[in-house]
T-cell receptor, first 115, second 116 residues
């Protein structure tokens, strides 16, 4: 079946603009994660969903960042009033079931550049 | 707080040779999971191998194996018979499950280049 997809793959925004990044997880996957990956760094956790419930948003860097997954499938990460420090690759990952051992399947990421 | 350290930013290895990537972590937890992920230049990250902390036996997946030293908080990845397709960034990751949520912490990565 299809893997995790993300759109757009590339996004250029002017500072102050709002952006919305979309993640389509693998069908049936319960868990969904968002990560921010700065250049040359490892992914940093942003937020976690179990179905439509956002169980952990401790990694969101500011209240300009907002994520939702209203029907428990597609998720959107929204960044308001973008700043240059928001430039990064945003990765989405999904997992099938809620056990600790589960494998995350990653999407290709959205590269956000804020000018 | 948990941390994951990968002290080798870049490594290279000749094709068919063996290479070991190091990873250390810091935690006060007793039950957790460790992973190695590979991120090829296309950027889609894939799982290489995983280890449950309560298992003493080191995990192996074909040419990939780990050396898990729980007391030393070390989790190195050994790649045997290196192939050109192994060229990628490799990330070590720590995961724990608590209060109904999952915390994944990644290291900064090691860029591995396999030379022909």
């Amino acid at each position: 079946g299809a893997g995790v997809s993300q759109s757009p793959r590339y996004k250029v925004a002017k500072r102050g603009q709002d952006v919305a990044l979309r993640c389509d997880p693998i069908s049936g996957h319960v868990s969904l994660f968002w990560y921010q990956q700065a250049l040359g760094q490892g992914p940093e956790f942003l937020t976690y969903f179990q179905n439509e419930a956002q169980l952990d948003k401790s990694g969101l860097p500011s209240d300009r960042f907002f994520a939702e997954r209203p029907e428990g499938s597609v998720s959107t990460l929204k960044i308001q009033r973008t700043q240059q420090e928001d430039s990064a690759v945003y990765l989405c990952a999904s997992s099938l079931i809620l056990i600790s051992y589960n494998e995350q399947f990653f999407g290709p990421g959205t590269r956000l550049t804020v000018l | 707080a948990q941390t994951v350290t990968q002290s080798q930013p870049e490594m290279s290895v000749q094709e068919a040779e063996t290479v070991t990537l190091s990873c250390t972590y810091d935690t006060s937890e007793n039950n957790y999971y460790l992973f190695w992920y590979k991120q090829p230049p296309s950027r889609q990250m894939i799982l290489v191998i995983r280890q449950e902390a309560y298992k003493q036996q080191n995990a192996t997946e074909n040419r990939f194996s780990v050396n898990f030293q729980k007391a030393a908080k070390s989790f190195s990845l050994k790649i045997s018979d290196s192939q050109l397709g192994d060229t990628a960034m490799y990330f070590c990751a720590f995961m724990k499950h608590a209060s109904g949520t999952y915390k994944y912490i990644f290291g900064t990565g090691t860029r591995l280049k396999v030379l022909a």
